[in-house]
């Protein structure tokens, strides 16, 4: 494993990836891949090991590219597709499936604003097996003059700052940074796709959350970092209209949280059927045929499918409005999304607490690190406070206000 302070980068792909060509097959890859992640996910979380042969193979299966456009040689899957690929990845390995978020996140972004040949080379550089991470985060930073710049003199362009949260930025090849250009008014922010070789770039790999514990999710130093301008992509301009930037990011957040949850409910289901006793009032052989505990699993079974079910609703609303983007379509995928990401947050969460209330104390046992997936969903599900798409859901429906365009909704 790399050393803490100074993480190794990541090689540059040996072979291209796999070519993966529609959704169903897609699907039907993700789900094998998900099948090998899973024997050893709870080692990796345990001991902290970074997946750096896990996401090898991981973009060697192509999933990696599968929101490149059909146009630029990718399989162009739906969002709702994308979504389901996440949910199952994270079943498996919650910590693995957050990685490539801002991955697909910084895809959109370049789908959205990059120009035609940043498209063909960012996209041909995914396709080819190269990762990006992210750089978007600053802590303690309110003061917009003080955030990580984009600066441009007689030598050309560099970025200076630092950034936390950083997901992926160790595995990465390019560190897609979010930087401000000019002063006062003419200020704007853009995406700054760096090359976590780049001199000057300093990446920590320094994250101790008690979930989420290999993302790799540390802080990312730039220090007078020499770029090209055609590695600069605007980011601010694409909210100042209607795009689908916010809602594609934040129903692959709703994914994850969903498919922790799945992965919790499987080793509920497992547990119950194997190893945890019926309490003695049931009166029955088995924990089985407790029928209190065939309650509660029965809801937490409803709480998953209809998460599912409003995940798959929100992927269409975010085809239709990458479609035909307006302010009407946009919003209705905002809003759609952030009720999917609203369930996904709760039945997440409900499931791995009844992983334990129904399995009873052996359940908690060091051996089975069950607790990671309580931990990982506990951690995921604090990107964006649930409280306020409740606000912005009530705004659309009562008082007929379209919600924010920004990445958190």
Same mark, same amino acid.
């Given at each position: 494993?790399?050393?803490? !302070?100074?993480?190794?980068p990541?090689?540059?792909?040996?072979?291209?990836?796999?070519?993966?060509?529609?959704?169903e097959?897609?699907?039907?890859?993700?789900?094998?891949?998900?099948?090998?992640?899973?024997?050893?996910?709870?080692?990796?979380?345990?001991?902290?090991?970074?997946?750096?042969?896990?996401?090898?193979?991981?973009?060697?299966?192509?999933?990696?590219?599968?929101?490149?456009?059909?146009? +630029?040689?990718?399989?162009g899957?739906?969002?709702? =597709?994308?979504?389901?690929?996440?949910a199952l990845?994270?079943?498996? /390995?919650g910590?693995?499936?957050?990685i490539?978020?801002?991955?697909?996140?910084?895809?959109?972004?370049?789908?959205?604003?990059?120009?035609?040949?940043?498209?063909?080379?960012? +996209?041909?550089?995914?396709?080819?097996?190269?990762?990006?991470?992210?750089?978007?985060?600053?802590?303690g930073?309110? !003061?917009?003059?003080?955030?990580?710049?984009?600066?441009?003199?007689? =030598?050309?362009?560099?970025?200076?700052?630092?950034?936390?949260?950083?997901?992926?930025a160790?595995?990465?090849?390019?560190?897609?940074t979010?930087?401000?250009?000019?002063?006062?008014?003419?200020?704007?922010?853009?995406?700054?796709?760096?090359p976590?070789?780049?001199?000057g770039?300093?990446?920590?790999?320094?994250?101790?959350?008690?979930?989420?514990?290999?993302?790799?999710?540390?802080?990312?130093?730039?220090?007078?970092?020499?770029?090209?301008?055609?590695?600069?992509?605007?980011?601010?301009?694409?909210?100042?209209?209607?795009?689908?930037?916010?809602?594609?990011?934040?129903?692959?957040?709703?994914?994850? !949280?969903?498919?922790?949850?799945?992965?919790?409910y499987r080793?509920?289901?497992?547990?119950?059927?194997?190893?945890?006793?019926?309490?003695?009032?049931?009166?029955?052989e088995?924990?089985?045929?407790?029928?209190?505990?065939?309650?509660?699993?029965?809801?937490?079974?409803?709480?998953?499918?209809?998460?599912?079910?409003?995940?798959?609703?929100?992927?269409?609303?975010?085809?239709?409005?990458?479609?035909?983007?307006?302010?009407?379509?946009?919003?209705?995928?905002?809003?759609a999304v952030?009720?999917?990401?609203?369930?996904?947050?709760?039945?997440?969460?409900?499931?791995?607490?009844?992983l334990?209330?129904?399995?009873?104390?052996?359940?908690?046992?060091?051996?089975?690190?069950? /607790?990671?997936?309580?931990?990982?969903?506990?951690?995921? =599900?604090?990107h964006?406070?649930?409280?306020?798409? +409740?606000q912005?859901?009530?705004?659309?429906?009562?008082?007929?206000?379209?919600?924010?365009?920004?990445g958190?909704?």
């Open positions: 494993m790399a050393d803490r !302070d100074h993480p190794a990541a090689a540059a792909p040996k072979t291209r990836p796999h070519l993966i060509t529609s959704d097959e897609a699907i039907a890859v993700a789900e094998s891949f998900a099948g090998e992640l899973r024997t050893s996910a709870s080692e990796r979380d345990r001991d902290r090991r970074l997946p750096w042969e896990e996401l090898d193979r991981f973009v060697s299966t192509g999933l990696w590219g599968i929101s490149v456009p059909k146009a +630029y040689g990718g399989a899957v739906s969002s709702a =597709t994308l979504a389901r690929v996440t990845i994270a079943a498996s /390995d910590s693995i499936s957050q490539p978020q801002n991955h697909y996140y910084s895809l959109e972004v370049l789908r959205v604003g990059g120009s035609e040949a940043q498209k063909r080379f960012f +996209y041909d550089r995914v396709l080819a097996g190269e990762r990006t991470g992210n750089a978007l985060a600053e802590t930073v309110r !003061d917009f003059k003080r955030r990580t710049r984009l600066i441009r003199d007689e =030598t050309g362009f560099r970025v200076d700052g630092t950034k936390s949260y950083c997901t992926g160790i595995f990465a090849h390019w560190i897609p979010l930087a401000v250009a000019g002063e006062g008014a003419e200020a704007k922010t853009h995406l700054v796709f760096i976590r070789t780049a001199p770039v300093t990446v920590l790999d320094d994250w101790d959350g008690f979930g989420q514990r290999v993302t790799g999710s540390g802080t990312v130093r730039f220090e007078a970092v020499p770029v090209e301008e055609q590695w600069i992509v605007p980011f601010q301009a694409s909210f100042e209209t209607p795009t689908t930037i916010g809602p594609l990011a934040q129903i692959i957040h709703a994914a994850i !949280d969903l498919g922790i949850g799945e992965g919790a080793d509920l289901l497992a547990f119950v059927r194997s190893r945890a006793r019926p309490w003695i009032d049931a009166k029955v088995t924990a089985a045929e407790d029928p209190l505990t065939l309650s509660e699993i029965g809801q937490v079974r409803v709480k998953l499918r209809a998460a599912q079910a409003l995940l798959r609703r929100a992927g269409l609303a975010v085809d239709a409005a990458m479609a035909k983007p307006d302010e009407d379509s946009v919003a209705a995928a905002s809003i952030a009720e999917a990401k609203i369930l996904s947050t709760k039945a997440g969460l409900l499931a791995a607490n009844k334990f209330e129904l399995s009873g104390t052996s359940s908690t046992m060091a051996g089975d690190n069950y /607790d990671r997936h309580w931990r990982n969903v506990r951690t995921h =599900t604090l964006d406070p649930v409280r306020w798409k +409740y912005a859901i009530g705004q659309y429906y009562l008082n007929g206000r379209l919600p924010p365009r920004h958190a909704l």
